[in-house]
């Protein structure tokens, strides 16, 4: 009952003072260089051009899911390398409903890793976590953060529906068209090309889905050697409000 009334309040937050989308940065952000390479012929052709480091919109309605989802298993396999953590449970108990031991575990792994506050996390995050567990072969999930205890209240991760996640061998490109195939409306999700995960989030009651991409490297950092032979780390890395 606490978890439940815990979750009501947080609710209650985002409603009041969640305020502005998750995710958004005035038109004067930063451009950053993105290089590719390819082969002409028998030679390789290195091109390079300035993007946005942020760049965000408002998910159009007509590419929201209209299909109501399906049941998942569950299961859930979640590993926290910022607190040397895992936990692998089922979210439902054997008559159907929410086991609210197996979220209360979930929620210690989704905890803040600065200053290991906990809070009842959003359990419609935890059902498309299991989703996502599903759809990729019941591979083990990497939490990159979770709860965030010391940071802005307009961010989902303060409210505790909002998860940086990625998984061994899927892109993160194949995670972001996952998770946005799940939005029925009112979630948040964003891809990080140079921190290598993808962000999921719910929404503050009323605010529409949006969609990003934040090309930032993690702790702010810029693409150099250090940073190149570091950015699979679990710093999480400078976010807009998400």
Wanted: proline share 4%; aromatic share 8%.
């Amino acid at each position: 009952m606490s978890r439940r009334i815990a979750l009501v309040v947080a609710l209650l937050f985002a409603f009041v003072g969640g305020g502005v989308a998750e995710a958004g940065k005035s038109s004067k952000s930063k451009k950053v260089k993105v290089c590719s390479t390819k082969k002409v012929g028998k030679k390789s052709k290195k091109s390079c051009r300035y993007v946005k480091e942020f760049d965000g919109h408002n998910a159009p309605k007509d590419s929201l899911r209209t299909e109501p989802l399906e049941r998942p298993s569950g299961e859930i396999w979640v590993v926290s390398n910022n607190l040397q953590e895992e936990v692998k449970v089922n979210i439902y108990a054997a008559d159907g409903s929410i086991d609210e031991a197996a979220l209360a575990q979930l929620d210690e792994v989704f905890r803040c890793k600065r200053s290991h506050e906990v809070r009842a996390v959003d359990p419609r995050l935890y059902e498309q976590m299991s989703r996502i567990y599903d759809h990729f072969g019941k591979r083990r999930i990497e939490l990159v953060s979770g709860f965030r205890f010391k940071e802005r209240e307009s961010s989902r991760h303060w409210h505790a529906s909002a998860m940086d996640i990625r998984i061994e061998d899927v892109t993160i490109r194949e995670l972001y068209e996952y998770a946005e195939s799940l939005d029925l409306g009112g979630m948040g999700i964003g891809i990080y090309p140079n921190s290598e995960f993808v962000h999921v989030d719910f929404r503050a009651p009323g605010e529409p889905s949006y969609r990003w991409t934040d090309r930032s490297y993690p702790e702010g950092g810029s693409k150099s050697k250090k940073s190149q032979k570091s950015k699979r780390r679990t710093a999480k890395a400078r976010k807009p409000n998400s």
